[in-house]
């Protein structure tokens, strides 16, 4: 594999700091080497204050690190050529005698001020603002999330832009992590320069004593100016690498760039550059300072003053017009019109009372609780609820929310924002006080308490529920009744695209060989009427390729379906060891319904004479209300045939009744008849 350029740079990189270590260098090289050292620092530094957002240096850390290793890799190799030659080459000799002007007690306190403000001032506060920035985006990654999840169920982001937001959260928290951690290089390299400055002073002296033939004057004069030379050709740069490093780490919160940001916002006021242009002047003007600096720096801050002050109005009507033109153009637009075409699957208005269970920066949840609600569907019925749309609607009463299917309302409710609602489970004789109302999803008689009166009514067996459970609850009911009109042939196909990797022959079988993706929705469809789920795709396909040889009715495919996961089916409606409570049908009832199937190329009818219909239904109202009174599911047994006809009879007349036929029941259930269905 060939090699890239920039790989090999850093291999080169690496590789010659390590070398240092071991081998000494000329002195020219040493020059040359310090020269790059210094220009990587610039770089470095320069690349910290342009770039728009911490992650356009991602690598910092990295980089933190192997500039560290080079530094200490080229004092090292000084160190040898001081003691060793008394000698480390032009750029070492040139920084300490030109920054000391020539005056050795000079140069030695200009390194120690660098010294200090690096230990000190810049490697201290890097290492804090790391730190604490590494602290607060962890802390706050959990938030960013939820925030990211409320952005994409509420369809403002896509599910690729969520992806990119999420990733993006994950390389910040990696990055500031490493970053806490990156900045210990920074001031374990001040110190390591500290204490090489130090051995090189004193062995200087004994070098250039013992070997050099130099008194202690001579000897302390030239090795101390070496070492000076060499320990501002190290602090330069560690001092530059330093301040990029407190640069990137304080600028998390900004995206733009440093420049523009820190002269944008410094002399964006006009009041403030007035004000301290005019107290400038007036410090120059009455008292000793010198008036030729302050007056004419206090005339030039009010003259910028007055150019901001003209050039934030001129920005304000080019805003003003430019605002009027892109709302015109958006009237024109033909795109506007149809836009409004669009229907939302799933509404949920709410009035401005209920805004703050909504907004998750006051402390509301609801955004998380219709996450959930789409998850708990998923895996209570296998289907994928739509994206559903919270907004708000100031044409509703404040504590009124409204449930919209396909842009029609099918349901409301009303809440109050700081009570809460209890419901008497039935058994419960000690009444509390409160607003009387009813629960909307199952319209229940209920009450609404204060906060005050909840710890009360829980203690007397009260369930007491807070608003935003309610409208949870009142929406999961909702959509589970709506399920089926959701589910469209595009979820049908992504559903048999999930399957077919790893079932990729029965889909092949079954579509579009056997059946088209209308045929399947409609026989999905019919089991989630009924509330079947339909999560295990593989066994319903399987039993419909085994039967759409033979039939392409849906209606009798879905039968063939139901009998083949008739596990799920008894596992939802019949609890293991126990009697279940059920009505059966009248064998002569069974027989006059199938009697009175009508057959046509579009379907399936019953065409039972009226006054049939009634007694039927007379006599299923009997049983029903046996089976209410022991407190049991309203579950009619049927035979197969029968099933299908006579669901789509009784359901007109009883929403939430439960028909299942004998081939539906596993062999381990026991049933137990409190009545039958005859005319």
């Known amino acids: 594999m060939k090699m890239k350029k920039n790989d090999l740079f850093i291999g080169a990189y690496i590789l010659a700091a390590v070398i240092f270590f071991i081998i000494s260098i000329p002195s020219w090289l040493l020059d040359f080497l310090l020269a790059f050292n210094i220009a990587v620092a610039l770089i470095v530094l320069f690349n910290s204050i342009y770039a728009k957002e911490v992650l356009d240096m991602a690598s910092f850390p990295t980089i933190l690190l192997f500039t560290t290793l080079f530094r200490i890799s080229l004092n090292v190799s000084s160190t040898k050529l001081i003691l060793t030659k008394g000698d480390a080459g032009q750029v070492v000799n040139v920084f300490g005698q030109f920054v000391g002007g020539g005056n050795l007690v000079i140069g030695i306190i200009i390194f120690i001020i660098l010294v200090l403000i690096q230990f000190i001032v810049i490697n201290k506060g890097s290492e804090r603002v790391a730190e604490v920035t590494a602290r607060f985006t962890l802390d706050a990654m959990a938030g960013k999330q939820m925030a990211i999840d409320s952005d994409l169920n509420t369809g403002a982001i896509t599910d690729q832009e969520a992806a990119v937001r999420r990733q993006k959260l994950q390389l910040e928290n990696s990055f500031f992590g490493s970053m806490d951690g990156a900045t210990k290089y920074v001031k374990g390299d001040a110190t390591a320069g500290l204490i090489i400055t130090g051995v090189n002073i004193v062995g200087g002296i004994i070098m250039g004593m013992l070997y050099g033939g130099l008194t202690i004057n001579e000897a302390l004069t030239k090795y101390t100016i070496l070492t000076i030379g060499d320990g501002l050709c190290s602090q330069i740069p560690s001092l530059l690498i330093s301040l990029a490093t407190g640069i990137l780490v304080t600028k998390a919160s900004s995206e733009g760039e440093l420049g523009e940001e820190i002269v944008g916002q410094l002399f964006s006021i006009d009041k403030v550059l007035l004000m301290v242009g005019s107290a400038l002047a007036l410090l120059g003007l009455l008292t000793p300072l010198p008036i030729y600096i302050f007056v004419p720096f206090g005339i030039l801050l009010i003259f910028v003053s007055r150019k901001v002050a003209s050039k934030q109005g001129e920005t304000m009507i ?33 009035g401005y009372g209920i805004i703050p269970l909504a907004d998750v920066n006051q402390g509301g949840d609801l955004l998380d609780r219709v996450v959930m609600i789409r998850r708990q569907v998923a895996l209570e019925l296998g289907a994928v609820v739509p994206i559903i749309r919270l907004r708000d609607n100031i044409q509703l009463n404040p504590n009124q929310y409204v449930i919209k299917i396909k842009g029609i309302q099918v349901s409301e409710g ?63 009911e909702i959509i589970r009744q709506h399920i089926a009109e959701l589910l469209t042939r595009q979820d049908v196909s992504n559903l048999i695209n999930n399957i077919k990797d790893n079932n990729a022959a029965l889909v092949d079988e079954l579509v579009p060989k056997l059946m088209g993706i209308g045929e399947i929705q ?48 008894s596992g939802k409606y019949f609890p293991p060891n126990e009697i279940t409570n059920v009505i059966t049908l009248d064998p002569k009832i069974e027989q006059e319904i199938m009697g009175a199937v009508k057959n046509t190329e579009q379907g399936s009818y019953l065409a039972l004479d009226p006054e049939r219909i009634n007694k039927i239904i007379e006599s299923l109202t009997e049983g029903l209300r046996k089976l209410e009174d022991m407190g049991r599911n309203p579950i009619v047994i049927t035979s197969p045939i029968v099933r299908l006809y006579f669901k789509k009879l009784a359901s007109e007349y009883f929403k939430d009744i439960i028909v299942i036929s004998y081939n539906e029941v596993e062999s381990n259930i026991e049933l137990q008849s409190v009545g039958m269905v005859t005319a």
Not at 525 to 536: K, T
């Open 318 to 350: 080019e805003e003003e017009v430019e605002r009027e033109e892109n709302e015109a153009q958006e009237i024109r637009k033909p795109e506007n019109v149809v836009s409004l075409l669009n229907v939302d699957p799933i509404e949920l208005e709410f």
């Open 414 to 476: 009303e809440i109050l924002f700081d009570h809460y609602m209890a419901m008497n489970p039935g058994y419960i004789e000690e009444e509390i006080t409160g607003i009387p109302t009813f629960e909307p999803s199952f319209h229940l008689p209920a009450i609404w308490i204060t906060e005050g009166q909840r710890e009360r009514a829980e203690s007397l067996g009260y369930t007491v529920v807070d608003p935003p459970s309610i409208i949870a609850t009142h929406l999961t």
């Open 522 to 569: 409609k026989v999905l469809q019919n089991l989630l009427e009924e509330g079947i789920s339909i999560r295990d795709l593989v066994t319903i396909f399987e039993t419909l390729a085994d039967h759409a040889s033979v039939t392409r009715d849906t209606d009798i495919l879905t039968e063939y379906v139901r009998q083949s996961i008739k596990r799920a089916i």
